[in-house]
């Protein structure tokens, strides 16, 4: 019936309007599963009879009546709990490991009545931004099978992209939701930190991660987050202010003013992403937007002090791991206490886990916290600020290629773990100064792949950040 090919707001109108039923949009997403999924590898694991059992309580309560949600089938990245599913971040570490409760994010869909298709892939922990350090292996780009689709929230946008799910939450640590919607031709939302409990997301730097939506609209991702947000007094970083939206009737194009920061358009774009953002850039001033030049001469050194606050982060999270309390030991043989912890990370945990968790540890020694960790996170407070000065000059929100480069080779970047982490280069200062940030895919595209562009808006405007998102998307 191609019902998966359909927008959120397209399927619920069809649903409410009795032009289909939920069991078959889901039965659509499904068969896309089946067909596609052993060659993409987006999902771990698929919930097939549980989403088509959910469809039916949503059909014979009409809940979609109610809720903008309900019947949507949507994916959930597999770092994300969901009471008696496994939940495996990826790694041989948690294989067998099965959610004891939902995360805050899982009740309120489940409340809106969606339905939960599957768990999708991920790099391990959600650390990486190929999708290829999976345990379950690498995913493929639906644009290009020998072609990354990003991370670390690869399987989610494959998933949405491939249309066996009409949306997905990712999480994004320094652009894991935006890196993959880039990749894959989608929209992607990372919203302020704290705007989205964070409650059964599994932790890899606290600081930094922040879970949010995947879809083909703004709009899409608008309804999704929607459900999401609000205070959650499991997780104390929540915020409960309320965000006015902007009066669109009184706000176009014409009106407002748009910060393009310098440090984003040098060295490392490729040709084609630089050709065609200054494209974007001209559509905008053509249709009368203020664009104004800025400088944050602090963003040269955002990926630096990403990568030294982010792994010690990363180091204290996984400590947790250690095949006691919970994780691999099965097989463990060992002679003491210690022989067992050393063997069951070393040989449950992936080579990035283990690079990060290194170097994480590393930063934080006695010797090394005061000159790495903590002079990133004084250098993290002047980045915030320099964000903050700009946003006072009544710049409407800020705009940027959202990756240096289109998706690239499997394998291009697997053994360079420099070169893949300048991936995240544009990304990662909307995650350390906690702003809302958007990826948006452009009408030109790089051999074929999808390029993408990202707004990035001030401390807790998300909703105006959406709704100028929606003015400006192709």
């Known amino acids: 019936m191609g019902l998966n090919n359909l927008q959120i707001k397209e399927a619920h109108q069809g649903l409410c309007q009795g032009k289909f039923s939920s069991q078959e949009l889901v039965q659509d997403c499904l068969n896309a599963i089946e067909k596609d999924n052993q060659q993409i590898n987006a999902f771990i694991t698929i919930l097939k009879e549980e989403s088509l059992k959910e469809a039916r309580r949503v059909d014979q309560e009409k809940l979609f009546l109610k809720s903008s949600l309900a019947g949507i089938p949507l994916g959930i990245k597999d770092n994300i709990l969901l009471d008696g599913v496994l939940c495996t971040a990826g790694s041989k570490m948690l294989e067998n490991y099965q959610a ?53 929230s690869g399987g989610s946008a494959a998933a949405v992209a491939d249309k066996m799910c009409l949306g997905a939450l990712g999480s994004d ?49 608008r309804f999704i987050f929607d459900i999401l947000r609000g205070s959650d007094s499991r997780d104390s970083t929540t915020q409960i202010k309320e965000n006015a939206r902007i009066n669109k009737k009184n706000k176009e194009i014409k ?15 490729s040709p084609s992403v630089k050709s065609a953002f200054e494209k974007k850039i001209d559509d905008l001033e053509k249709k009368g937007a203020q664009i104004k030049k800025v400088n944050l001469p602090l963003l040269r050194h955002a990926l630096a002090i990403y ?25 463990v043989k060992s002679k003491n206490l210690l022989d067992f912890y050393l063997k069951s990370r ?26 790495y960790y903590l002079r990133a996170q004084k250098i993290r407070t002047l980045l915030k600020k320099s964000f903050d000065d700009i946003f006072r ?17 499997l394998g291009e970047k697997k053994d360079d773990p420099l070169a893949m982490y300048l991936s995240d280069i544009l990304t990662v200062p909307a995650n350390l100064a906690g702003l809302p940030a958007i990826s948006l895919p452009m009408m030109t595209k790089e051999k074929g792949l999808p390029i993408g562009w990202q707004i990035i808006g001030n401390y807790l405007k998300d909703d105006q950040i959406l709704d100028l998102a929606q003015l400006m998307e192709d």
């Open 393 to 409: 000059q009544k710049i409407d929100c800020l705009i940027s290629p959202t990756t240096p480069t289109s998706a690239f080779a």
């Open 346 to 371: 070393s040989q449950s945990f992936g080579e990035e886990v283990k690079r990060r968790i290194i170097l994480g540890t590393y930063s934080l020694t006695s010797g090394h916290k005061e000159d």
């Open 307 to 331: 990568y030294l606050i982010m792994p010690a982060e990363v180091s204290s999270n996984l400590a947790r791991y250690d095949g006691i309390r919970y994780g691999f030991s099965e097989f």
């Open 173 to 221: 640590t320094g652009g894991s939701v935006r890196q993959p919607a880039s990749f894959c031709g989608l929209v992607g939302f990372k919203p302020s930190y704290g705007m989205v409990s964070r409650y059964g997301l599994m932790a890899a730097a606290s600081s930094l991660d922040q879970i949010g939506p995947l879809g083909k609209s703004v709009e899409d991702v």
């Open 255 to 269: 009106d407002l003013k748009i910060g393009v920061p310098q440090e984003c358009l040098g060295e490392g774009l």
């Open 100 to 152: 004891p409760y939902d995360a805050t994010v899982i009740k309120n869909l489940k409340k809106a009545g969606a339905i939960l298709i599957g768990k999708t892939n991920l790099d391990e922990f959600a650390l990486g931004s190929s999708s290829e350090t999976s345990y379950f292996g690498p995913v493929k780009n639906p644009h290009d099978l020998s072609r990354v689709p990003g991370g670390s």
